[in-house]
């Protein structure tokens, strides 16, 4: 397994381009499954869960011709000769699951082993299938796998019992050619949704409300095939946002969206960091005063975001006095305190909440593990701030989520190399 090697880089000064959106592409290449004519997806980045979600459509019989250098992919799925998603492809990224609710639409059917839990959470699928149970489809689901079936699906009002972001997009996904009207309340409100729906909308769907926390979706007969662009990537903004508050830095962000990033705008400028929206881009200053500690709780969109936890984390342990983090998305995404204890933070977890002491003025390096993608961002951040040498292993994980990760900090001063682990 390959790892980064991160030493004490100072401030991190220049710009950065930002890459389409993870959490976006994922569901938007899934849903090309629901015409048979071809669609240009651009602005894609060069990530491994893509390459997956490639080789998942290319397995179900559609055509995927990638251009990575042009960050642009064309996928016609013109047949579709199976609606079974191998575990090999599963076990590798939980994103399949994206894959349900348009096979089912297009096909009848979808087969696929659990996608089972992570290291952040059970990661359980119940409300994408008590959603596509309201459209009229039948859900066997063992240990190891569930099967959708549904002859045809009908319009249905859907209650989520929480705004699971993956559950609002497969029933938004299905319903596109659902007979009737489907309306799906406490829907999950992230910019990938509306994403999703902007997309789905160029190919003839007919969605109303994304972004609301109340989507309507009237189905229609087929979609066609269409070009989008994928918005930029918000939690690589907020990384590298607070990769430029963690080392008092000065960094111009192109093409990023602020609206898409206020809770960190708003919680890195209750720290003291000067965020500023120019014209170019955002530019980040941690370099003109005293950073002082503030208190997060992460929350769905338009709260402060899960995925920005950890980085945040990392940060606070620099900053004049103490913060406390309250994580209510998943149950277990504090694995990272322990690593950052091991470059001697001294942060104490009690169930939901880190108590993070800040005040640190340097951090110490140390071997450290990447538990989940943001994890592992957040333990580089860290490294580029601390004193002698960090090393983070898994960083598999992190390549998942972050588009050429070590050459963007290489070029903005950040000292840290991959090298293949020889053990
Ligand atoms: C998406 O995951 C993102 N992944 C995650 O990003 C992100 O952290 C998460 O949304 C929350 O914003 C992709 O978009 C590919 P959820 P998803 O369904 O859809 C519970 C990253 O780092 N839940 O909103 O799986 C679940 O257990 C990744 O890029 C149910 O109880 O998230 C969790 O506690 C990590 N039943 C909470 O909802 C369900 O049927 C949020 O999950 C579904 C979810």
């Not at 401030?11 to 930002?18: K, M, R, T």
């Not at 796998?145 to 029933?171: C, H, M, Q, W």
């Not at 990033?261 to 720290?271: F, M, Y």
């Not at 333990?379 to 601390?386: K, M």
């Amino acid at each position: 397994m390959a790892k980064y090697l991160v030493e004490r880089s100072g401030p991190l000064v220049g710009e950065v381009a930002i890459s389409g959106a993870k959490n976006a592409v994922l569901p938007i290449l899934a849903a090309t499954v629901l015409t048979k004519e071809p669609c240009e997806i651009y602005d894609v980045p060069q990530l491994r869960d893509v390459d997956v979600m490639c080789r998942i459509l290319r397995a179900l019989g559609a055509r995927v011709d990638e251009d990575p250098k042009e960050h642009t992919i064309v996928v016609e799925a013109a047949e579709i000769t199976d609606t079974e998603i191998p575990y090999e492809f599963m076990k590798q990224m939980r994103a399949s699951i994206f894959l349900m609710g348009p096979l089912l639409a297009r096909m009848g059917s979808a087969v696929m082993s659990m996608p089972g839990g992570c290291a952040i959470g059970n990661r359980p699928i119940d409300l994408h299938n008590k959603g596509l149970k309201a459209l009229g489809a039948k859900i066997l689901q063992d240990d190891d796998s569930v099967e959708a079936i549904a002859r045809k699906l009908t319009g249905n009002k859907v209650y989520l019992d929480f705004p699971s972001v993956g559950a609002t997009e497969n029933i938004m996904m299905a319903a596109t050619l659902a007979e009737g009207t489907t309306v799906i309340e406490n829907a999950a409100e992230e910019p990938e949704i509306v994403d999703l729906a902007n997309f789905l909308n160029k190919m003839g769907a007919r969605i109303r409300g994304a972004g609301t926390d109340n989507i309507r979706i009237e189905g229609v007969a087929s979609l066609h095939g269409t070009r989008h662009a994928v918005i930029p990537d918000r939690i690589e903004t907020g990384t590298f946002m607070v990769a430029a508050a963690i080392t008092r830095g000065d960094l111009l962000l192109v093409n990023s969206v602020p609206d898409h990033v206020r809770p960190v705008i708003a919680k890195l400028g209750e720290c003291g960091v000067v965020i500023n929206d120019e014209v170019d881009g955002l530019r980040i200053r941690g370099d003109l005063k005293k950073l002082r500690a503030t208190d997060i709780k992460t929350l769905p969109y338009p709260g402060f975001p899960t995925d920005m936890q950890a980085p945040f984390m990392a940060f606070l342990t620099t900053v004049q006095g103490s913060s406390t983090v309250i994580e209510t998305v998943f149950e277990n995404r504090f694995m990272h305190a322990d690593e950052l204890n091991r470059m001697g933070a001294n942060i104490r977890v009690e169930d939901r909440t880190a108590y993070v002491p800040g005040d640190k003025n340097v951090l110490s390096g140390a071997s450290v593990i990447a538990t989940d993608l943001r994890a592992g961002a957040a333990l580089v951040l860290a490294g580029l701030v601390a004193e002698g040498h960090t090393e983070v292993a898994n960083v598999h994980l992190v390549e998942r989520g972050y588009e050429n990760f070590v050459d963007k900090l290489t070029a903005i001063g950040g000292k840290i190399r991959k090298v293949e682990d020889v053990a």
